[in-house]
């Protein structure tokens, strides 16, 4: 399996801590404390809506972007008119803007934007408190912030922290030696609740101080839509997300036969040589192309080669599946019930 990376994750991140991280501890330490030091000392303004933060405590991604939709969807049942707030990772918006799924890029808004949009208002916005407010303006009574929670300028009522339960921490050091945003015991202090994702042990001892610290753990799982189309399927599969494993263990769990799988960084911008890569590999190897929704949105509006790869590849859709059936509501509900008691002090 061939696999590239982008410089902002290194796979010696994701391996047991060697002498690369050993190596660069000193600039961890540093980069550690000016984080956690940031995120101690942040004035974050208030907003007139309950704000819940879907995060990470890592670089890259681990499942955040269905959890969001899939608290969208309960804040809707339970009344509520929730709306998306996103910084636009990989766009160049410069200013607020309301994504439009259906008009839009996501070389101008970013890629998950584009799918949040297709479930609820989203902002994509560089000052998050412009976006919040922009929300509210258009009705919005009750904000999902993707990411944001070590360096969001607004207050949250609830952040719940999403970990993959297969990858865990990586290595344990902060960037650049690791993945970590900042030191784990300084990120969840501002932490509500962890939500472990998939199968595995590898986040057991984030579980364990999580659960020290007084926090919830939730547990959850992607779990793949329109199986029927995959199963029985010899695929060239190719993700750019941060955790492409993950996608390729999603495709076999489907019933689908990963023959190859092609790795890019994530929020990757693919060009011309890519997809005439992609189309030749699958071609010479009699397989077909599958991708991800996040993939295919930012293939969307190419032409050329872009534009042929995009209406070969099929697509695996995947939700998010809890545990506790009644997690969401939970969720919500603290998120509503932190806010009522912010707004009475």
């Known amino acids: 399996m061939e696999a590239r990376r982008s410089s902002e994750a290194p796979p010696f991140w994701w391996e047991p801590a060697d002498w690369r991280a050993w190596s660069l501890a000193p600039f961890s ?78 070389r101008h808004v970013g890629d998950e934007p584009l799918l949040l949009a297709r479930h609820a208002p989203t902002m994509v916005a560089p000052d998050r408190l412009t976006g919040a407010r922009e929300l509210v303006g258009i009705g919005c009574d009750f904000i999902i912030m993707d990411d944001g929670f070590q360096s969001a300028r607004i207050h949250m009522d609830y952040a719940v922290m999403v970990v993959d339960a297969r990858r865990g921490l990586g290595n344990g050091h902060v960037i650049p030696g690791g993945p970590l945003r900042a030191r784990l015991i300084d990120q969840l202090r501002f932490a509500d609740a962890v939500l472990t994702m998939g199968e595995g042990t590898a986040a057991d001892h984030v579980v364990r101080q999580t659960s020290r610290a007084g926090r919830p753990v939730f547990q959850a799982r992607l779990k793949p839509r329109g199986m029927r189309a995959i199963k029985g399927g010899q695929f060239l599969a190719f993700a750019g997300i941060g955790n492409p494993k993950k996608f390729f263990d999603s495709v076999a769990e489907a019933g689908g036969a990963v023959v190859e799988g092609k790795s890019f960084p994530d929020h990757h911008p693919y060009d011309d040589d890519d997809a005439r890569d992609l189309i030749a590999a699958a071609g010479r190897d009699g397989l077909q192309l599958i991708t991800t929704e996040k993939d295919l949105v930012r293939l969307r509006g190419g032409s050329g080669a872009l534009g042929e790869l995009a209406e070969a590849s099929r697509v695996l859709q995947v939700e998010a599946a809890f545990e506790a059936a009644d997690m969401p509501v939970t969720i919500i509900e603290n998120t509503i019930e932190n806010w009522r008691e912010r707004s009475l002090k």
Do not use: W
């Open 29 to 106: 330490a540093l980069y550690g404390f000016v984080a956690g030091y940031r995120m101690a000392s942040a004035k974050r303004a208030k907003v007139d809506v309950p704000v819940l933060c879907v995060g990470n405590f890592t670089v890259g991604g681990e499942g955040k972007t269905p959890v969001s939709i899939a608290l969208a969807k309960q804040a809707r049942k339970l009344g509520r008119k929730p709306g998306f707030l996103s910084r636009g990772h990989g766009g160049s918006m410069t200013t607020a803007h309301l994504v439009d799924a259906e008009k839009d890029l996501s």
